[in-house]
């Protein structure tokens, strides 16, 4: 289990804490829950905080999932950690659909609207909405957990790979060793420079090797100049021919270009990188290479999570994850605020969306469901629920969608943020 966040009675953030401590602490009445996603309690006395805050909250920035995960450098404890699911699809969705509902107003005999495709500007460092999105849903939860533990540091895997480096690799020569942080480097440059895809048959689905494009027997160098990706299939056909040899002149050529810097460079990931550096905690960046070195040589499995605590050279060496199960948030948005919603064909012919509010409970909140054994319905049920005027609602689960789920059944769990909320499942103790 994750420990729990633990602030004070002025809701200043103190250490998280273990979960059996913190059921000590409510079941003896000095102790509150103050928050269900993620478990925070609230102190019912007054505790000055530890001074400098511990605790470093480490990012792996995804385009469909970010990995967030508190990290105790001095213990090598991971404390706390989440998978946060983007809804940049969905955005992208939206707009879509808003702006084909705008458009097929000139087909249709409304008043005269002046045209306004270009009046407008975009402002410096612009992004696109989904883009956006995506960085706002990494702030927001910095932003929260900073109120409900102390934060002194944090960690951001910025780029793929060290271009620096690479940048001697193609020049000077850096050799490539399998095994070691710049092997690590080099495996994340062929993967951009061949894009991730075998440099022969063009297979992107099966596992890729390193492969030398004059062969190691016949005295071809370790440069990274040499080097190209290759399936299991096409090293073995290729064997102890060069590329050239094996029909293949356009791949030696290729190898010997060096990857141009702006394929490298990731928009999100920067501005994601100047908006954390406003907040003027001291920000230590890492590369794709040295989180799968970190992590692969602690010998964890691939995550979101686990990525994410593995950024950055300031990792602690034993890494305890032993019992640490992520929460798993995903963006939901707030609700629609279409006032006009459309038929199938996309024409607007319906009113706006009927309340969101029934009884208290407004869509987004997190409820728990006990349906009475009289209903076909029964059992109990937690998710999310989207709220019906009828008040027979939906309730989204981790298993799926329950339709006609009445909120005279329900109890409130969590106020709708913004999010969904699942409880992930727990890693196997470590070998
Ligand atoms: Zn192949």
Known sequence: MS???????????????????????LSRGK??????????????????????????????????????????DTTGQVVWAAELAHRGQQVTERLAQRRACRRSRCQRHTRYRPARFDNRRRREGWLPPSLESRIANVLTWVERLRRWCPIGALSLE????????????????VEYQHGELAGYEVKEYLLEKWGRRCAYCGATDRPLQVEHIA???????????????ACRDCNDAKGKRTAEEFWYPQTQAQARQPLRDAAAVNVTRWALYHRLMALGLPLETGTGGRTKWN????????????DAACVGASTPEPLRVHG?????????GRHSRQMCR???????????????????????????AVVPATSTKAGVYVGQIAIRATGFCNLTTTTGTVQGIHVRYCQPLHRGDGYAYATGVALPPQA
């Open 3 to 25: 420990f729990v966040l633990v602030v004070d009675a002025e809701q200043r953030p103190l250490s998280p804490t273990h979960p059996g401590h913190a059921r000590k602490l």
């Open 295 to 306: 992590r692969t040589r602690r010998g964890l499995p691939k995550t979101h999570w686990l």
């Open 31 to 72: 102790a509150a829950v103050w928050r269900r996603y993620p478990f925070t309690i609230i102190l019912k006395t007054v505790v000055p905080p530890a001074q400098p805050a511990s605790l470093r909250l480490k990012i792996d920035p995804g385009s469909k999932t970010t990995g967030i995960a508190l990290v105790n």
């Open 215 to 229: 062969p190691q027997v016949r005295h071809g160098s370790d440069r990274v100049s040499n080097l190209a990706l």
């Open 342 to 368: 459309t038929n199938a064909a996309g024409f607007p012919d319906k009113a706006p969306k009927a309340t969101s509010v029934v009884d208290g409970f407004r869509t987004g909140d997190m409820v728990r």
């Open 158 to 173: 910025l780029v793929k790979f060290d271009t620096q480096l690479m940048q001697d690799a193609e020049i000077s020569g």
């Open 324 to 332: 640490i199960a992520p929460l798993a948030m995903r963006a939901t």
